[in-house]
């Protein structure tokens, strides 16, 4: 079953434009994480947040979230060709064994 | 890339046949997981292990079977596959515990034919 679902599906956007990727999830969580696939590749961790934090950085990501909502944030702020990738949210399952992933944003930059 | 790999990288298979993929960490973290991802449907988790010989079904986990015999290597068998399991396979190892940080493997792409 589905926790986290991305929005929107894709998103193209010219290079040095900022990218805006959320997430909405339907249980409560103990953190929210989000990961970046490139075409052909494994999944690479970029930021986790916890429950009991609003925002969070790391270089030019920015991450929000708000429980209250139950949703969450990616910002990549002046985006590079580089950043083209899928992005995926996850959080923890109801039965809180496991991470579950949501279906993923395609970001296109284009130079 | 946390010194995950997965073997084999590609295979093609028929209907029917046994198949076993491999994942090997150098990390020693306890938790592995094993994923498949189909377009429409994002990662989906098919079984985990969070330890030796400890393991546990996901949501997906019917046709499938897995072992770990050593905290390095996690083997995921169809025990006989079909059309509907060709998709990409991945591997992923947590450190700490639940809701961890995540490390993927490269991925094995899996056609049954």
């Known amino acids: 079953s589905q926790q986290g679902e991305e929005d929107p599906q894709a998103l193209s956007i010219q290079e040095g434009e900022n990218a805006t990727m959320n997430c909405s999830y339907k249980t409560s969580i103990n953190n929210l994480q989000w990961y970046r696939q490139n075409s052909g590749r494994g999944l690479v961790h970029l930021i986790l947040?916890?429950?009991?934090?609003r925002e969070k950085h790391s270089g030019r990501l920015r991450v929000t979230l708000d429980t209250s909502k139950k949703s969450s944030s990616l910002l990549i702020t002046a985006s590079r060709a580089a950043d083209t990738a899928s992005y995926f949210c996850a959080t923890d399952n109801q039965a809180g064994t496991a991470l579950i992933f949501g279906k993923g944003t395609t970001l296109s930059v284009s130079s | 890339d946390a010194g995950i790999t997965q073997s084999p990288r590609h295979k093609v298979t028929e209907t029917g046949t046994p198949v076993t993929l491999r994942c090997h960490q150098t990390e020693n973290h306890r938790y592995m997981y094993w994923y498949r991802q189909d377009p429409g449907h994002g990662l989906r988790l098919i079984h985990y292990s969070y330890g030796v010989k400890d393991t546990d079904k996901g949501e997906v986990s019917d046709g499938y079977s897995v072992s770990r015999s050593k905290t390095e290597d996690f083997l995921l068998t169809l025990e006989s596959a079909t059309s509907s399991q060709t998709s990409v396979y991945f591997c992923a190892t947590e450190k700490g515990g639940a809701f961890d940080t995540q490390y993927f493997g490269p991925g094995t792409r899996l056609t049954v034919l």
């Open positions: 947040i916890r429950s009991n934090e």
